[in-house]
């Protein structure tokens, strides 16, 4: 799959997201557990390492979101929701992890960054290099073996992405 697919994508789960957030019906929930299942696929295959647990709480969340399904009313659309919300709780920092890349990849070659005067470009860049490099070793070094874990494999490497995005955003401004 290419990058713009994955972007694409990408911002297809985040809209659904933002439409589960208003009052949801069963058919919004429906589409957002279809995002949920196509995002846990991508970044499945994108990031082996976690997609046994991706997989394994979707897995653990279909018998209760079928049953949902099946009945009518508000309380089939919270227990959806509640499906729904437990599959985002793994995936949301993941996701986070993508966009934060991807954001210090288009800062790095931005023209408002790019325009301020070389050493500061020179060091902001380095300091993105060398927390991307952190941030990738951090999630090509996890194995983990529970949710817990990944969670905190995934929080660290979104720490890195952070602290090499700053300097970037500041140029920006």
Not at 137 to 143: F, G, N
Request: glycine fraction near 4%; proline fraction near 2%; include cysteine.
């Amino acid at each position: 799959m290419n990058f713009r697919s994955q972007r694409m994508l990408l911002a297809a789960t985040m809209a659904v997201f933002a439409l589960s957030a208003c009052k949801a019906s069963k058919e919004d929930e429906l589409k957002a557990w279809t995002a949920n299942g196509a995002a846990v696929t991508t970044l499945g295959a994108k990031y082996p390492q976690f997609a046994a647990l991706l997989k394994a709480r979707v897995a653990s969340q279909q018998k209760a979101f079928d049953a949902a399904k099946a009945k009518e009313g508000k309380e089939a659309v919270a227990a959806m929701g509640a499906a729904n919300k437990s599959v985002r709780a793994l995936l949301g920092p993941l996701q986070t992890y993508e966009r934060k890349r991807e954001r210090i990849i288009k800062l790095y070659n931005d023209y408002k960054v790019r325009k301020n005067k070389g050493h500061k470009v020179r060091n902001a860049r380095d300091k993105a290099d060398k927390k991307l490099k952190q941030a990738a070793e951090v999630i090509l070094a996890a194995k983990p073996a529970n949710d817990a874990e990944m969670l905190t494999a995934l929080s660290q490497a979104n720490g890195y992405l952070r602290e090499g995005l700053q300097p970037l955003e500041r140029l920006q401004r």
